[in-house]
């Protein structure tokens, strides 16, 4: 197994298990335990990880690993969660999508829910048949790269300088595109949802861009796995009086369904 190799896999543990310890760690991988902690040193130096005793840690905020590294979180969850949010979208429509995994579940099951003929919640009346059936705007430079080769959507990239953690877009750039959009549908990744603050992510610079999905957006679905409500971020997004829609999983304590239903918002936990 090559380095490169063996810090992937070790990666990937990180962000199944949010923390590593160096036996288990060789075992795994089949190495020894002096490979696993030069590893483990390279990349605490490459601030992918934070070094411990007998092992490493994630980051205290989880956005330090890249995108890629986070995928295998939650997986199931934010496939259904997925799922269920195609569903929320019609044919036609103009959704904007920002950063972040399960966003990019969301743009997937458009793109094959686009590709099946499927209408979502209904059709729209267009004198071009053979146009794309749906267009999406997103920061989000995998979501692009995914969705550009999917002839059925109409792919429209912002500008901005890329973050490598998120693949998003971010800054002056980005902000000159979105103010030039409407969208009727902003669908969000978010890293906390809290009932009297509203929606957060950790960089302010992201959260100004995901507040600009909103407020370009005739309707803003909110998508996130039920570990990240009641929890708190560094930047702010915006209030959940802003949110029309919330797609989470099953394990949506029934007080914060509660709560946001009485901040007026319809819940889908799937």
């Known amino acids: ?98 950063g972040g995994t399960t966003t990019t579940e969301v743009a997937r099951a458009l793109a094959l829910r686009a590709g099946g003929g499927s209408s979502g919640t209904g059709r729209r009346d267009s004198s071009d048949a053979s146009g794309p059936s749906l ?21 429209v990239v912002t500008g901005g300088v890329a973050r490598p953690q998120t693949y998003e877009l971010v800054g002056p750039l980005t902000v000159g595109v979105l103010n030039e959009v409407v969208l009727d549908v902003a669908v969000l990744g978010v890293d906390g949802v809290d009932p009297r603050l509203g929606l957060m992510t950790h960089q302010e610079d992201e959260a100004s861009i995901s507040r600009l999905f909103a407020e370009r957006a005739r309707r803003v679905i909110v998508v996130t796995d039920s570990s990240k409500m009641g929890k708190r971020a560094f930047a702010r997004i915006c209030g959940l009086d802003r949110v029309d829609v919330l797609v989470t999983d099953s394990a949506l304590s029934a007080d914060m369904a509660a709560r946001l239903a009485e901040a007026g918002i319809k819940v889908h936990a799937v």
């Open 1 to 98: 197994m090559s380095k490169h190799e063996r810090w992937s896999r070790l990666l990937e543990l990180l962000a199944a298990e949010g923390r590593l310890d160096v036996d288990d760690a060789a075992t795994a991988l089949e190495v020894s335990p002096a490979t696993i902690r030069r590893d483990l040193d390279e990349l605490a130096e490459q601030r992918m990880l934070v070094r411990t005793r007998g092992g490493a840690v994630a980051h205290g905020v989880s956005y330090e690993l890249p995108l890629r590294y986070k995928s295998s979180r939650h997986a199931s969850e934010k496939q259904r969660i997925a799922a269920a949010v195609a569903d929320l979208i019609a044919t036609g429509d103009v959704v904007g999508i920002n």
């Open 135 to 155: 267009t999406v705007v997103t920061n989000a430079l995998n979501i692009a790269g995914e969705l550009a080769v999917r002839p059925q959507i109409k792919i």
